[in-house]
């Protein structure tokens, strides 16, 4: 069976969604973050040496980051349910969108997150993450433009995985800005498989 190895209110919450849309029996390993710090505990270093989540473990094999595990699982169980086929021309759009989530897009944002932390002036960082912000952003809502989901017309892994990017938006209030994205967003949240992941999200919170 496969493991999950889920740290509250992290990008976890993908591979949750992604688990129940593929129906497969699947356990949470629930980690707690540090009231204070809110770094995940040092047990999940036993897990994979970069103690951070989501990590997988299925047949003796462990997989980090939530992009390789999504294209894995996928891959695995769903590959044409989940994604578009290998041939089309869609597929390459698909893949991009997937990856896009855990580097052009989320890097200004977590910038953001880090410098609202800290709460010291910056001299450039607080500017270029704006105007990264701004720039990606309004990339993605040009690209929902007149659509429902990302690629296909239809619910992919490039949308479970673009969801996290959307929710750190929601906790900044940015998304007002976009309105194609927050349509999207709403959309997406209406998933059943969504809905019973947020369930457990909060079941472990
Ligand atoms: N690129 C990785 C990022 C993993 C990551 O940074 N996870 C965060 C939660 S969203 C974490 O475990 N943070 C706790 C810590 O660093 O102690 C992925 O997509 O899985």
Redesign the pocket.
């Known amino acids: 069976m496969i493991k999950l190895h889920h ?1 509250n209110q ?2 976890s919450m993908r591979i949750i969604w992604l688990l129940e849309e593929l129906g497969v029996e699947y356990q949470i390993v629930p980690y707690k ?1 540090d009231s204070v710090s809110f ?2 505990p040092p047990e999940l270093k036993s897990v994979h040496p970069l ?4 990590v997988i473990e299925e047949d003796g094999r462990i997989i ?4 390789a595990i999504t294209e894995y699982l996928i891959e695995k169980y769903a590959p044409t349910e989940l994604a578009p086929e290998k041939e089309s021309p869609e597929y390459i759009d698909y893949l991009q969108w997937l990856h896009f989530a ?1 580097s052009s897009a989320i890097l200004p944002l977590l910038l953001k997150v880090f410098i609202a932390k800290d709460g010291a002036p910056t001299n450039f960082v607080a500017d270029y993450a704006d105007a990264e912000i701004k720039k990606v952003m309004t990339y993605v809502n040009e690209r929902l433009e007149g659509k429902t989901y990302l690629v296909e017309e239809r619910l992919t892994g490039a949308d479970i995985m673009m969801s996290f990017v959307f929710d750190v938006l929601t906790k900044f209030g940015l998304l007002e800005h976009y309105p194609n994205i927050a349509q999207y967003q709403q959309q997406l949240a209406q998933h059943p498989c969504y809905q019973k992941a947020l369930e457990l999200e909060v079941k472990y919170g």
């Open positions: 740290l992290s990008r973050r770094l995940a103690g951070k989540s989501p980090s980051e939530s992009g855990e």
